[in-house]
């Protein structure tokens, strides 16, 4: 078929499902292959082209977040505004000056914008700080997976040295010594005695309530108002799936598998080298693989990746190579450790629309603004 019977095939049948918008046939001009791509992105995700996957990648289409299902737990309210306020308490530091919120900020898609964030002392960390936003529904967490609750994680932070640089002591003597808190811990727990799996329990909580809101462009897109998104972040959603192969990794509604991956950034045997997940599993398999972020609001958390060293232009200028491959040194032969880059990566050749449209895709998983007003603290020392 020459490319006007295309065309008049693809508006004979957009009339067939009854689709024929004005806005839609003045795109005809733009070629009849956004058209048709339309088309089929229009249709439940159960009917979209298959996916470019490779054999033994549990794909699962791409989607909407649900909702959690409303806790049964009537204090959950309760739990959640004590976790918040614990979540903005800089006091609960070692030396008072660094809260969750310092380096998880609403207004910067609850990252800090920075590469590594700046830890206890304005030392450097080794890490790009993740958006929180999602964690809801993570098997793991941090970028090599060591913490396997959001409790257990928000007690590293608390802990760590080069971090909140705190201990459980510190925190739980601060917050008793509040009548404030102490008040709001017998709200949210029936106990007005804090302790720390309380605070935990109460940042967790907090931590659940952040989650993708529907607000994005892609998701105003699944809920049927076509227009959401333009010709770019269409050809771009299908590329995601098919050409440029990121459904291998980023998949399901937060496109992420929850996996963990080598993609030849961990500077193994040099100056940035980062072991990723080896560090906790001490597998070699493990050596420089990193967990698969949720793509949601990605291009609100610049820069990126482990490392915070990218912007995305350059992330997916770096997948359009196929990443970089980790050459050995003479050194290095026979090294049992020397990662090897995930065969999922392969060289792609998208061309410089085909990279824009892959951005217009990105983009339009960016939500809503959020501004979280800082809460009130109550007082110290008056318990
Ligand atoms: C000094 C900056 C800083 C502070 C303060 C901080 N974080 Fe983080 N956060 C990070 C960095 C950096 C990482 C990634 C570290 C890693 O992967 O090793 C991280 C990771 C996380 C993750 C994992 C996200 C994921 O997708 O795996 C969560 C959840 C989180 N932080 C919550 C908190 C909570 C709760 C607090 C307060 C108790 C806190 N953070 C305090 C910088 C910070
Ligand atoms: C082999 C699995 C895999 C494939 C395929 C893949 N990714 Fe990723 N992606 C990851 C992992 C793992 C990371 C984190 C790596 C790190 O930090 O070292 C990541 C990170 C990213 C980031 C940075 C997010 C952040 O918050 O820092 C973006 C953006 C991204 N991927 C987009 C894409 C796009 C676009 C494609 C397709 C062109 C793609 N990915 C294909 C596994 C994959």
Same mark, same amino acid.
């Given at each position: 078929m020459d490319a006007q019977g295309r065309v008049a095939a693809v508006v004979a049948g957009l009339a067939l499902i009854g689709c024929q918008t004005a806005s839609q046939l003045a795109r005809a001009g733009a070629g009849a292959d956004v058209l048709e791509l339309r088309r089929v992105y229009q249709l439940p995700p159960a009917e979209w082209p298959a996916p470019e996957v490779d054999d033994g990648v549990a794909f699962v289409e791409l989607g909407r977040v649900e909702p959690l299902p409303d806790s049964d737990d009537p204090r959950r309210a309760a739990q959640v505004e004590l976790g918040k306020a614990l979540f903005f308490d800089a006091r609960l530091s070692g030396p008072g000056q660094m809260a969750c919120a310092s380096c998880h900020e609403a207004e910067l898609g609850w990252g800090d914008g920075r590469s590594t964030s700046f830890g206890h002392g304005f030392q450097p960390l080794a890490r790009n700080a993740p958006s929180? /936003?999602? $964690?809801?529904?993570?098997a793991s967490f941090f970028w090599d997976g060591r913490a396997a609750t959001l409790e257990d994680q928000a007690l590293a932070v608390f802990e760590s040295e080069d971090e909140m640089h705190a201990s459980v002591e510190h925190v739980v003597a601060t917050v008793k010594s509040s009548r404030g808190y102490r008040a709001r811990f017998e709200a949210a727990f029936g106990v007005g005695e804090p302790t720390i799996d309380g605070v935990l329990t109460a940042i967790a909580a907090f931590e659940r309530t $952040?989650?993708?809101?529907?607000?994005s462009a892609f998701d105003q897109f699944l809920a049927g108002d076509v227009d959401a998104l333009g010709d770019a972040a269409v050809r771009g959603l299908h590329l995601f799936r098919t050409k440029a192969r990121c459904v291998n990794c980023h998949h399901g509604p937060l496109l992420t598998d929850g996996g963990f991956h080598d993609l030849g950034l961990s500077y193994y045997g040099r100056k940035l080298e980062d072991l990723g997940r080896y560090r906790v599993t001490g597998d070699p398999a493990d050596v420089g693989r990193f967990k698969t972020p949720t793509l949601r609001n990605v291009a609100r958390t610049a820069p990126y990746m482990h490392n915070g060293l990218f912007q995305l232009e350059g992330v997916i200028n770096m997948y359009s190579a196929g990443m970089a491959t980790l050459r050995r040194r003479p050194d290095q032969v026979?090294? *049992? /450790?020397f990662p090897t880059k995930s *065969? #999922? #990566?392969?060289?792609?050749? /998208?061309?410089a629309a085909e990279k824009e449209d892959l951005l217009a895709f990105l983009e339009s998983l960016s939500e809503r603004r959020r501004r979280v007003r800082p809460p009130e603290l109550p007082p110290l020392g008056d318990a």
């Open positions: 929180i /936003l999602n $964690v809801a529904f993570g $952040v989650v993708s809101d529907g607000s026979g090294d *049992p /450790l *065969p #999922l #990566l392969k060289e792609l050749d /998208l061309d």
